[in-house]
């Protein structure tokens, strides 16, 4: 089902830029691509969830509860937001793997050799080059000149690519 859904979105106009997402071209959505890079983002409103300053949150689902907190407006969680019902910091080594868990899930783009340069301090092959060595040779990944991406046959078994650096 899925190499087929890839061939009619293609044949309809749809470019392929994440492993369960298609868009017409410029049309694809920005805050699922923000999560995509792990780059921040805020939520705001009852159930929103929040990803900012290696800390990840949730606020409260049920609007009495949010509106309950927010006017209170001290936060008891230890998160930014005064209505946050729960989350988790996230450490350097959780962070550098899901880099690469969520950043290989975009199609053509994969996880760029300059961008993990620049958030991590360290090459990507420094880390993860026995793995990309390997993973590579099953077909499953592919170096191109700015990175490393998912081969079609990659994105079938994409959870078992992802397993490897987390």
């Known amino acids: 089902m899925y190499i087929l859904a890839e061939e009619m979105l293609a044949q309809a106009g ?35 969830h ?12 049920h609007p009495i509860d949010y509106i309950r907190c ?21 450490g350097s080594d959780r962070e550098v793997a899901e880099t690469m868990m969520l950043g290989l899930r975009l199609v053509e783009e994969g996880v760029r050799f300059a961008d993990f340069t620049a958030r991590f301090g360290k090459p990507l092959d420094r880390i993860y080059g026995q793995e990309i060595r390997e993973l590579t040779e099953l077909g499953l990944l592919e170096v191109y000149s700015e990175g490393i991406r998912l081969t079609p046959r990659g994105r079938l078994l994409g959870n078992e690519v992802f397993e490897k650096f987390v």
Not at 70 to 90: R, V, W
């Open 70 to 90: 927010l006017k209170g407006a001290s936060s008891s969680s230890g998160f930014p937001s005064p209505a946050a019902e729960g989350g988790e910091s996230i």
């Open 14 to 48: 749809y470019c392929h830029y994440e492993i369960s997402n298609w868009a017409k071209p410029g049309f694809e959505c920005q805050h699922n691509l923000r999560y995509w890079h792990n780059l921040s983002y805020l939520g705001f409103g009852a159930g929103a």
């Open 50 to 61: 929040s990803y900012w300053r290696n800390q990840r949150w949730y606020n409260f689902s």
